[in-house]
């Protein structure tokens, strides 16, 4: 089975600081995602990336980079935590024209 | 509007039960959908792709509807371990089709 392994389950973290979500697969998928969950509004995509090095914008990136330096980990930063950065945050990889994503279980982050 | 809409429900169905749930996109241009399911804290796992003919695994069946541009999972005997989030999910034709735009999704809670 695939694997997607992200670092942290929970994490709390405080406004300002720099904040980096890391997340890591073992099935050499072309295609890495980072979405955000918040109750009502569902998941919604802020980056992802088709190859190494390689990044798209998603629908909401504002307050967010991410980093691709080897195939297997894609990384979410954010520059500048803030409290309505405070949410569900899932990592999933895809190889291109497959079936569908694998999940990470999702890191739970608070910004206090 | 929202590119993928669900009822958010809660469905409260008894066990054994039949219940169909719906969901429509709105760019026509979609060319892969997908039923997921999530439970409870719990990242979203591929329930299964639905296919313009319609398909069926067990006792779930998915259907295309391209005209009218919604989706529709049937759920016959229902279980108590069906309750969960099902969530409607389309590829984006804006990522080049790489990545998936999720609805908000469908409560499902099984009653004994």
């Known amino acids: 089975d695939v694997k997607v392994t992200q670092s942290s389950r929970y994490l709390v973290k405080r406004t300002g600081e720099k904040v980096f979500l890391e997340c890591v697969q073992d099935m050499d998928h072309e295609n890495m995602f980072w979405y955000r969950q918040d109750p009502g509004l569902g998941l919604r995509l802020i980056y992802f990336?088709?190859?190494?090095?390689?990044?798209e914008k998603g629908d909401i990136p504002e307050g967010y980079s991410v980093s691709r330096e080897k195939k297997e980990r894609f990384s979410l930063i954010l520059e500048s935590a803030s409290t309505n950065q405070t949410s569900m945050y899932l990592c999933?990889?895809?190889?291109?024209?497959?079936?569908?994503?694998?999940f990470g279980s999702g890191t739970r982050l608070t910004i206090v | 509007r929202k590119e993928v809409e669900q009822d958010p429900g809660p469905f409260n169905v008894p066990e054994g039960a039949t219940v169909a749930f719906n969901c429509t996109y709105s760019?026509?241009?979609?060319?892969?959908f997908f039923w997921y399911r999530q439970d409870c804290r719990k990242e979203p796992k591929l329930l299964m792709s639905?296919?313009?003919s319609g398909n069926e695994d067990g006792r779930f069946t998915a259907q295309l509807n391209r005209a009218s541009q919604y989706i529709s999972l049937l759920i016959r005997d229902s279980k108590l371990s069906d309750s969960a989030t099902y969530l409607c999910v389309v590829n984006s034709p804006g990522t080049g089709r790489r990545a998936l735009t999720f609805g908000s999704g469908t409560r499902l809670q099984v009653q004994p």
């Open positions: 999933a990889s895809r190889t291109t024209g497959g079936a569908g994503y694998t």
């Open positions: 639905v296919y313009s």
């Open positions: 760019n026509s241009a979609s060319q892969s």
């Open positions: 990336s088709y190859d190494v090095k390689m990044k």
